[in-house]
């Protein structure tokens, strides 16, 4: 028996076809992984645009700024511990976030700081964004 010689043109079509199928797997693992890299940022962009916040995210956002009254401190590290708590909630822009913005106010309501104190308070922890700070106001004047 003798053994057939390989076609070259057979060679080169099973090389071809090889070829696209593993381009089809290495496109479709890649596009799942950017759906699954990209879907944390989709579910928290909720938070921002008006969406309900968490009523324990909130609840905790009370009792962080109104510790946080009562013993004083610096606005970057009032920042930083509120944003591991935004993070933790899966909210990463907590500043824009206006339910966010009026619990600061009213845990520093909470914490019994005279407006002024509070205003300066939130002066200084939204440098720059009025829009911001007015926003923590309302929720100081509104209480709990």
């Known amino acids: 028996m003798h053994a057939r010689p390989v076609r070259p043109i057979a060679c080169l079509a099973l090389a071809a076809l090889l ?3 593993a381009a089809c797997s290495l496109s479709y693992s ?3 992984i950017s759906k699954s890299v990209s879907s944390p ?3 928290s962009s909720g938070s921002s645009s008006g969406g309900k916040a968490d009523a324990a995210y909130l609840d905790e ?3 962080f700024a109104a510790g946080f009254g009562s ?3 610096d606005a970057t590290a009032f920042r930083r511990g509120l944003g591991s708590i935004a993070e933790r909630r899966g909210i990463h822009d907590w500043e824009d976030d206006d339910a966010t913005c009026r619990a600061i106010g009213q845990g520093l309501k909470r914490a019994g700081l005279a407006q002024e104190k509070a205003q300066a ?3 200084e922890l939204f440098a720059g964004r ?3 700070a007015a926003l923590a106001i309302k929720g100081f ?3 709990e």
């Open 19 to 21: 070829a696209e199928l």
């Open 30 to 32: 890649s596009e799942s």
């Open 41 to 43: 940022f989709k579910s």
């Open 61 to 63: 956002v009370r009792s």
């Open 71 to 73: 013993s004083g401190g």
């Open 121 to 123: 308070l939130l002066g």
């Open 130 to 132: 009025s829009d911001r």
């Open 141 to 143: 004047d509104a209480g």
